[in-house]
């Protein structure tokens, strides 16, 4: 037989002339002894030492594997036999035992009875046996190393056999010079070692022989030594590729996708490879005549041609053992192929498409974000956090989230590219906090989904967000969203959490409700807020309308700069009409640390802060850009530049200014001069500075008045300045209601002496334990509900009517968030406006427990939606009336959220009302500013207040409505022409201030992430004081804890609050028509420490016509030469007036008195009542008669409002009947705009 019919292909001149020799020996007629050959001649060289006659051996090779296998499951089964056999027979010895002792126990009794326990050993095998399993297991170093080696070492030996496919079937090879041989070798000599170990470790060694694992093995392992023994190659190792596989699934953490395609691959490998032998060699009873040259890799196609049942015929199987191995591999093959195939393709298409790992790159830093991620939270996260105005962004957003992003939101992710990153896992998982490096994060912000119909359980995960993260890395800053205040309480609990650090918890609840509280003190300040705090673009518009004016505003934004070293010294009013004048920067608060270096946020702290080194300042601008000039103004360089634009840093070195110089600085420039024509210290105070510098040792951390101390020093150092000189620079900057010798703010003893005697009474209880609201004893429900008929006949005026939808299963929404900033400290007792709640009395149980040590708080059971209960409330006399919903995230159509409210809304706006009912407050009420004597008109600059026409519908009647779709608000006003697409912010009720959507709080994550001091300024101006160390308190005992009067919580009253000031009459009424808004500032300023920061004006102000809207919209930081008109409130931040708590009774003549100076000096009239009034007040004076009597009958009495005024005292009140006359005094109170409530004025006159 020819070598070329074996697949052969003789290699070197001596082989072939042999080969040449044998072919021409050969006669053709001889075809029998051809026949008779038993072997089959292959290719030799004299170089290497093989059989000369050129015989085959591949039978030896399949011997070696054969022998093996059959011989080593002899000896296994040999073994078990002789053990079975063995252990038959010790049975039946230990039963011949046991029946002995039956029969005589006496004689087998042991001596020692510690002989009968026998020391349990472990043997060498057990040992042997452990060793072995923990080595092949990875579970110590040396095993991991050893399944790495296992894994690389049969990748290399599967490399050699594809390099030996492409060589002859059968060769001779020469072991010392063949290096792929001597490899081959090394690898499998490792293969034979570590299968000793797997058979050692194996507990049963009958299926360890029998697996698949091992029958690889015996046909790979012993061909390669019968190849060195015999100096011959064969290539019947086709097993090679499914050792491959074997070895990669070893590891216990191989994931099913890479189980099934090396499966499939190493099937479809093995069986080509034995195609591959098959066909090369022939079929042996042939004496391998049918044989046909393939190569491995054709092999490898005709098995995936045949597997896929497509079969082209181009390359088929000749010999009958490949044609019988393709029946059967057609059988396995297709059944392999059709159901590993797509699941390999199911695998690969659900693969995590974000499964990698985040890359920090060095220089950036980065943030994680989790929690509740949609379309939604995420732009309206990235339009605030990546918005133009802030400087430049260098921080990479992380998203981190278990479900993989639709494609609207994925294409949110591609066009933020640059900045923006997901990756799908879960924060619980500590793997997933791994991938996105959050050890070296610089903040993970967790957002909450605000629309949930379980705000607890929602709650509750983000608290286990915050738990996992902590536990993985305790000192990563976190920010979260909370629904509810009271699960705040749960995250002090973590033992990591530490606000001082940075974490800060964001409560949704807490925040919504003070903002719509603030709106209750001044209307529209919701708006004004939420705008500050969130990143608006400039929009331009040319026409002369509303919008422009507003959307001026709305470009304003918060942001914080630290104040420039010229700063150093002055009063913070000096500073902020400095930055407003000159450098066009409203500022508002200062971060100020005390002796001991404790930092604290001051609002308009007014003259008795003096600025640190370093002091941070809040302002109120429109670019980041902006707030610089605070930190790049020198005096030296920029103090005569008018175009604030041109200041930037400068390059001179700023000499430290003393103390002393700073203080005289500040008198200076309020007198308005320069500092050599500055009269305000004398000539001895010029000529011995140094002695002022040793007798009153000041640093630049010092808070005293700089009037004060420099008055102190002339008192020692007689002057020549005249009394009136010394009167106009010693008192320029002192607010009225101080007196001249007021000391710190941080000293609490200093508080002025009749406030401190008054108000220290340690017998009574009248705030809490921290000094920040208004407190009383706890007051059971039933003491403050009101039938319909007696809220009618309290005749309630100037309150707070709330409007609450709930009931039993509702979720609560934390009225006690509403009701704190309204019973702030800073107000004094007769300031406090009533509020009444009018809703389900079983919802409002489960709230009464925050609410029972609250005073002045009553409730109406009802329906907001039913118009007698809001007649009864005297809703079109309220202050404010509030409209909230807990049902609201338990309807899954989102139009359908805000129905309650809005149908509450659009019922009260249609309701009518007579004529002489009342006045709108809301619009138009102001206060008399701090220092003010009411007793006096004459000589007080105030001479009246603001009045407009009663109101007769309930269109005019001040309303905030809650609503958690931003769309619905185009269902509030009818007179809008709102599209449904508009963003919130641009639309009429927003503007106005009458809706109020959660939505708006989303701004402050990326807000209190650049600056977490925002977060805080915002919860003092809103909460009407929260503080951390109340939460605590809270977390405790869940109620509000009464404390004694003490200086230190007596102190904590002086801190200011927003109001609005009436432009119509008084002091600024000169500026009120056609003058300009910087000007009002200043005056402001300056003459009672109040900072105006905002305008409320009339909608259809800048219109000229006869019945103007009274809807009012809302100005932001208008600019200096802003003109003003008669109507607008002005948005001020006004201090604590110390000597407004008088007596009630000086109050009262004050205000009748304030009333007949107004009638006298401006066109303000009393409506007269006509004579449908006069019958209707008959009518309802009849029937407040017959409740009365029939009370009396019963003989109930009510108890109204037990907690009185400071100099007040409780008492039992029996509620009357009150007549025309009374009533007619008390419309006529009403319309003078008075804080203190009418109850008091009736409850005098019962």
Known sequence: MLAEADGTVPHGSDSSMRTSNIIN????????????????????????????????????FLASSMVTFFGGLFIILLWRTLKYMWTVCCHCNVKHKEAQKVINPAADKPKDEKEEVPISEVGWMTSVKDWAGVMISAQTITGRVLVVLVFALSIGALGIYFIDSSDPIESCQNFYKDFTLQIDMAFNVFFLLYFGLRFIAANDKLWFWLEVNSVVDFFTVPPVFVSVYLNRSWLGKSAYPYHFTVILLLPSNSIKLVNLCSIFISTWLTAAGFIHLVENSGDPWENFQNSQSLSYWECVYLLMVTMSTVGYGDVYAKTTLGRLFMVFFILGG??????????????????KKYGGSYSAVNGRKHIVVCGHITLESVSNFLKDFLHKDRDDVNVEIVFLHNISPNLELEALFKRHFTQVEFYQGSVLNPHDLARVKIESADACLILANKYCADPDAEDASNIMRVISIKNYHPKIRIIT????????????????????????????????????????????????????????????????????????????????????SAFVGLTFPTI???????????????????????????????????????TLGFFIASDAKEVKRAFFYCKACHDDITDPKRIKKCACKRPKMSVYKRMKLACCFDCGCSEQDCSCMSG?????????????????????????TLRAFEDEHPSTLSPKKKQRNGGMRNSPNCSPKMMSRHDPLQIPGNEQIESMDMNVKRYDSTGMFHWCPSKEIEKVILTRSEASMTVLSGHVVVCIFGDVTSALVGLRNLVMPLRASNFHYHELKPIVFVGSLDYLRREWETLHNFPKVSILPGTPLSRADLRAVNINLCDMCVILSANQNNIEDTSLQDKECILASLNIKSMQFDDSIGVLQANSQGFTPPGMDRSSPDSSPVHGFVRQASVTTGSNIPIITELVNDSNVQFLDQDDDDDPDTELYLTQPFACGTAFAVSVLDSLMSATYFNDNILTLIRTLVTGGATPELEGLLAEENALRGGYSTPQTLANRDRCRVAQLALYDGPFADLGDGGCYGDLFCKALKTYNMLCFGIYRLRDAHLNCPSPCTKRYVITNPPYEFELVPTDLIFCLMQFDHNAGQSRTNLSHSSHSSHSSSKKSSSVHSIPPSNRQNRNSKTREARDKQNATRMNRMGQ???????????????????????????????????????IPPIREVEDEC
């Open 334 to 351: 297709l059944a392999m192929f059709a159901s590993y195939v797509p699941e390999i393709i199911e695998l690969i298409g659900n693969r």
């Open 25 to 60: 020996n050969i006669n053709p007629d001889s075809s029998i002894l051809i026949s008779k050959m038993e072997d089959v001649v292959i290719p030799f060289s004299s170089e290497v030492p093989c059989d000369n006659n050129g015989q085959r051996m591949w039978w030896a």
């Open 481 to 564: 969203q909370m629904l509810q205040y009271h699960n705040k309480a749960h995250l002090l609990n973590i033992p990591s959490w530490n606000w001082k650090e940075g974490d800060d918890a964001i409560c949704l609840a807490e925040l919504k409700a003070g903002f719509i509280a603030q709106s209750c003190l001044a209307q529209g300040l919701s708006t004004m807020l939420a705008n500050l705090f969130s990143m608006r673009s400039f929009i331009e518009i040319e026409e002369d309308t509303w919008q422009k004016y507003y959307l001026e505003g709305v470009a304003n934004e918060m942001y914080t700069e630290y104040l420039s």
């Open 684 to 708: 001895s105070v010029h000529s011995n500075m140094d002695t002022l510098q040793r007798a009153y040792p000041l640093s630049s951390v010092s808070v005293h008045d700089c009037a004060t």
């Open 576 to 614: 902020c009409e400095l930055c407003y004048v000159k450098l066009k920067l409203l500022l508002i608060a200062i971060e100020y640390k005390s002796e001991q270096r404790e930092s604290s946020i001051l609002i308009n702290p007014g003259n008795h802060v003096k600025m640190q080194e370093g």
């Open 1197 to 1235: 009495e009510k108890k109204w409002f037990t907690d009185e005024p400071e100099n007040a005292y409780p008492r039992n009140i029996q509620i009357k009947p009150m007549s025309t006359h009374m009533a007619n005094q008390v419309n006529q109170y009403k319309s003078t705009s008075s804080l």
